[in-house]
């Protein structure tokens, strides 16, 4: 059984950082693709962006530009940098890690965005 656990959530002023982390356990981490998704209130939840074992990283155009994600399979560990952030940028962030029918989430860490 794959378990996630995030970190990095937080309050932070327009145009800061934060680097969320969610890392794994129970699982071959390099074999999965990875993502990070937001849930704003009031909204649906939103692919932010993806890292896949092989391809292409992609973004929401929302991001691009301003988020990073990045993957250490030694660490198994997947991480979102996010800079110049918005207010718009404040929702509950989720970590998912999937390869075929296996499909995991994680908990859930606040962001908000904030003066």
């Known amino acids: 059984q794959v378990q996630l656990f995030e970190s990095g959530g937080g309050l932070v002023q327009p145009g800061g950082s934060l680097t969320l982390s969610c890392a794994a356990s129970?699982?071959?981490?390099?074999?999965?693709?990875l993502y990070w998704y937001r849930q704003a209130p009031g909204k649906e939840r939103e692919l932010v962006a993806l890292i896949p074992v092989y391809g292409t990283i992609n973004y929401a155009d929302s991001v691009k530009g301003r988020f990073t994600i990045s993957r250490d399979n030694a660490k198994n560990t997947v991480y979102l940098q996010m800079n110049s952030l918005k207010p718009d940028d404040t929702a509950i962030y989720y970590c998912r890690i999937s390869r075929g029918i296996s499909d995991y989430w994680g908990q859930g860490t606040q962001v908000t965005v904030s003066s």
């Open positions: 129970g699982s071959i981490f390099s074999i999965y693709n």
